[in-house]
């Protein structure tokens, strides 16, 4: 009798037990289940349609059910608010130097997507002390599970401003144009970037073709180059097209994805945002987006260092 009891008793405990385990496996995939992973946009140089990129790429990851946001990081010269045609109260320096909780500088352009402002006029933010910068990373890490994609606006160019933040990101799409100028603007960035992180995932976006052909010419002869002096080459994501709709929509200060969802940029950047998708897979961000603080940390001390 006391046998069949102490069996019981086990059983009984062995199974509580295992309910509770899978109990809280259940809350901690809960809590797993955003993670935002951080994607940089960055340019060789200025006039190729980066921001206008970032904007729009933004948009059709919110209209397929992704969580965006925007934070504009070309401070003093950020046009994403522009862009957007939306008003910003706050932008990111107001947010880091006030210690603004960055929840209150946002601004919502859809239901899935939002963005922090740059900001226009003002003097650089990434010289920052340490207190701002442990700032921005703490805000960083309460926002992430609130989104599906955090996405930096960088400026044009590599600058030290904001290159510790680019080489600490999980992935970065690279935009550039068939343009020569603009092309050994952009291997000159995937230099100094590979020459600080060579296993960077970077993906390459022709911007302003006359057809497919002329993109995908345009990364063969960028990614032969790199591939033979640096050893390592972005991959292939697309090209887009040049239209007159996208044009018009940045003077109505209505990003085309809104102002013109049936043109072709618009179609275009649909196919791309599910390239890029199925390109960095969805595990990447529960995978590294927990050091990013760590990254950032530790690529601005070498960067600096590099300085001395």
């Given amino acids: ?29 809960k809590n797993e289940e955003r993670c935002a992973q951080i994607v940089g946009i960055a340019s060789g140089k200025g006039g190729v349609g980066k921001s206008v990129f970032c904007v729009n790429f ?7 059910g992704k969580k965006v946001l925007i934070i504009d990081l070309d401070v003093g010269m950020g046009n994403v608010e522009q862009l957007m045609g939306k008003s910003a109260q706050l932008n990111i320096v107001d947010a880091i130097v006030n210690e603004v909780n960055f929840q209150n500088a946002l601004v919502n352009v859809t239901s899935n997507v939002s963005f922090i ?4 006029g003002l003097s650089s ?44 990101v999980n992935r970065l799409i690279l ?35 006359f057809g497919r052909k002329e993109g995908w ?26 239209d007159n709709d ?16 049936q043109a072709k940029y618009s179609v275009e950047m649909r196919i791309l945002t599910r390239a890029f998708l199925a390109q960095c897979g969805e595990q990447v961000a529960r995978r590294h987006q927990s050091s990013f603080g760590d990254k950032v940390r530790k690529y601005l001390k070498l960067t600096r260092r590099d300085e001395e």
């Fill in 175 to 209: 935009i550039t144009t068939p343009e020569p100028p603009a092309m050994a603007d952009s291997y000159s960035l995937i230099k100094m970037v590979y020459a600080m992180k060579k296993n960077l995932d970077i993906s390459c976006v022709v911007n302003q073709t």
């Fill in 246 to 261: 996208l044009l018009m929509s940045v003077r109505n200060q209505i990003p085309c994805m809104l102002n013109r969802p």
């Fill in 1 to 29: 009798m006391y046998a069949s009891s102490l069996i019981g008793y086990l059983v009984i405990h062995m199974a509580n037990d295992q309910a509770e385990q899978l109990r809280l496996r259940i809350l901690q995939g």
């Fill in 117 to 120: 402002a740059g900001g226009t």
């Fill in 58 to 64: 933004s948009l059709a990851l919110g209209e397929i």
């Fill in 217 to 242: 010419a345009t990364w063969q002869r960028l990614s032969s180059v790199s591939e033979r002096f640096l050893g390592a080459s972005p991959s292939w994501l697309a090209s887009l097209h040049r």
């Fill in 125 to 168: 933010l990434f010289h920052l002390d340490h207190g701002h910068l442990s700032f921005f990373i703490e805000q960083l890490s309460l926002i992430k599970r609130d989104y599906d994609f955090i996405i930096f606006d960088f400026g044009a160019g590599a600058s030290d401003d904001m290159f510790h933040f680019m080489l600490a």
